[in-house]
């Protein structure tokens, strides 16, 4: 899926969160989003889900306004894992995942073969097939993150929009989430703190003061004095064998 952010800027109610964003996410296009805390990186999500409406702007999905898209065609078509997700339901988590095909269903089409395959798939690739009948509330932070993430991947969207997804996962699910998802075959839009994580992205969007700052390829962007002047610290950056480069960090200036 296509997206196109022009010229958005975003409030509530007169404080402005983000101003005059124009940038474009191709089709397949792993992008990550980075910037400091509170620099806009959850507003921006927000307003791609379409759950954040801007003042000034627009956010176009295939050419189509977000707004103007129906809630269900768009939740047919958009999977939003946000950075506080919580549920206080009573839910198991196959039940978790299955409210990811929420928006196939209706009156008119009841569940089916292929909702099962995609809550399947989706545990399975989080690898949170075992822990099917657990209820939510006895799921550590890290499975519930993953569970989460199960119910996105269930909605089979065509836009993943994954906010801080490494949080509360330990170094093995943090790398296995992003080998998985930087292999899914659709648009995915990540925010993320951890620097190194977004090397492995195709471009990258930097988030300073509710603008955007640069954007461009992780070593285009990610250079030294982008680091000083953005996030305050001083970082090194060298090549790894397996022919990327990897950040290492100092001090804080
Ligand atoms: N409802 C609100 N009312 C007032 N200010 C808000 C509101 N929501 C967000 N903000 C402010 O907008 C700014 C951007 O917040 P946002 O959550 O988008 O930042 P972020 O880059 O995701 O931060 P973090 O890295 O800490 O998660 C912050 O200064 C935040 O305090």
Redesign the pocket.
Known sequence: MRIEVEALSAR??R?P??QDITLRIEPGELFGLI????????????CLAGLHRASIGRVLAEGADLVRIPARTRAQRIAFVE?QADTTDRLTVLEAVELGRTPYLSPLRGWRGVDDAAVSDALGAVEMTAFTDRLWHTLSGGERQRVHIARALAQTPDLLLL??PTNHLDIRHQLSLMELVGSLPITRVV?L?DLNQAMACDRIGV?SG?RLFAIGSPTEVLSEPLLAEVFGVSAMRHAVPDGSSRLHFSHAL
Not at 38 to 44: R, V, Y
Request: proline share 4%.
């Open positions: 509530v109610h404080t969160l983000l910037g400091p805390n509170g620099s806009g990186k959850s507003t921006l999500m927000r950075q906010d801080e925010a703190h988030l509710g």
